[in-house]
């Protein structure tokens, strides 16, 4: 029963997120249990996107793949690490360390 209730306050603040985050606002992405939380996000240029390192003992990064991608320095514990995202597109990433971590960060108009 614990662990369930745990869980359950754990997504609450995710379950309050707007589809699309306003220009100029900072949205949080968690990093928790080797996941991205939320894993999608659709954002308005101008937005910043801060990730936030949720694990108890491990490291993580933020890896944009494709052309003109580049690596974060490493996250860890309780630590964060932000990007303004001013061009729309598709930004997708995964963790440097841990490949089969994935997220994307949607930016329109």
């Known amino acids: ?3 369930r209730i745990g869980a359950v306050l754990l997504a609450a603040p995710f379950l309050f997120l707007a589809p699309w985050a306003a220009a ?3 949205v949080d992405v968690r990093i ?3 996941k991205y939380y939320p894993a999608e996000l659709k954002v308005k240029p101008g937005t910043t996107v801060r990730w936030i390192n949720g694990e108890k003992r ?3 990064s933020i890896l944009f793949v494709g052309p003109g991608g580049f690596e974060s320095e490493r996250i860890f514990p309780d630590e964060s690490w932000s990007r303004t ?3 729309p ?4 990433y ?3 360390p841990h490949p089969e ?3 994307v960060v949607e930016v329109a108009e």
Not at 89 to 92: D, I, L, N, P, T
Request: charged fraction near 30%; charge should be positive.
């Open 1 to 3: 029963m614990r662990r």
């Open 24 to 26: 100029g606002e900072t």
């Open 32 to 34: 928790v249990g080797y």
């Open 58 to 60: 491990v490291s993580h």
């Open 85 to 87: 995202f001013e061009q």
């Open 89 to 92: 597109g598709s930004y997708r």
């Open 94 to 96: 995964r963790c440097g």
């Open 101 to 103: 971590m994935e997220g």
